[in-house]
C-alpha cells in the first residue's frame, strides 16, 4: 500500500497521509515520547535523596536539642553496626535496620523516641528502656531535653537487636 494516498472520505476529501507511512512517522513519536518519559522518570529516581539524606535533613531542620540527639544516636547506632542500613519510612520516620529493623527514631516536641521493633525480647539491664514497657513486643527509650543516653549501654541494645534479628532471619527458599 505504500505510495498510494489514504483520503479520508469527508467533505473536501482530506488526504491523511501517504500509504502506510503515516504509521511509521506515528511509532516513531510514540517511541520518542515514550524516551522521554522514562528520562523523566529516571532523573525522578536519581534525583530522589537517599534515606542518609533525608536522615540529615530532619537533623538539620529540626535545628535545635532534637536534631542534636537524632544525629548523637544516629552515630552510636552506626558505632554499633556499622553494616546498618538506614530508611526513611511512614512518611518521614528515620529507621535502622539489619536483617530487620532495630529501631526507629521519632522526634516529637518534648521526645526524641528510639522505638526498638523486638524490644521486648531484649536484657535491658541497665534501664535504658522507660516507654513502652505494656506492649509484648515494642519497647523504647523516650529522650527528653538535657537528658543523656548512656552510649556504652545503647551500642549494647543495639548489638543485641542486631544479633536477635540475624537469629531470626529465615532461610533462603531453595528452589527444585
Not at 494516498?5 to 497521509?17: E, N, S, Y
Not at 522526634?107 to 536484657?123: D, M, P, R, W
Amino acid at each position: 500500500m505504500r505510495g498510494r494516498r489514504i483520503v479520508l472520505d469527508q467533505p473536501g476529501g482530506r488526504v491523511l497521509a501517504d500509504g502506510l507511512d503515516w504509521i511509521d512517522d506515528l511509532l516513531k513519536r510514540l517511541g520518542e515520547v515514550m524516551r522521554q518519559g522514562l528520562a523523566k522518570r529516571a532523573a525522578k529516581v536519581t534525583d530522589a535523596a537517599s534515606p542518609s539524606k533525608l536522615i540529615d535533613g530532619r537533623v538539620k531542620e529540626l535545628g535545635d536539642w532534637r536534631g542534636e540527639m537524632l544525629a548523637r544516636v544516629r552515630g552510636l547506632i552506626k558505632d554499633a553496626d556499622p553494616d546498618v542500613v538506614e530508611a526513611w519510612k511512614w512518611r518521614g520516620v528515620p529507621v535502622w535496620e539489619h536483617d530487620g529493623i532495630i529501631c526507629t527514631g521519632e522526634t516529637y516536641k518534648q521526645v526524641v523516641k528510639l522505638t526498638f521493633a523486638k524490644g521486648a525480647a531484649l536484657a535491658d539491664p541497665t534501664g535504658l528502656f522507660n516507654s513502652s514497657l505494656d506492649g509484648n513486643v515494642r519497647r523504647a527509650i523516650d529522650i527528653r531535653e538535657g537528658e543523656a543516653i548512656d552510649a556504652k549501654a545503647f551500642k549494647a541494645l543495639i548489638r543485641e537487636a542486631v544479633e536477635l534479628n540475624a537469629s531470626k532471619k529465615k532461610p533462603a527458599k531453595r528452589f527444585a
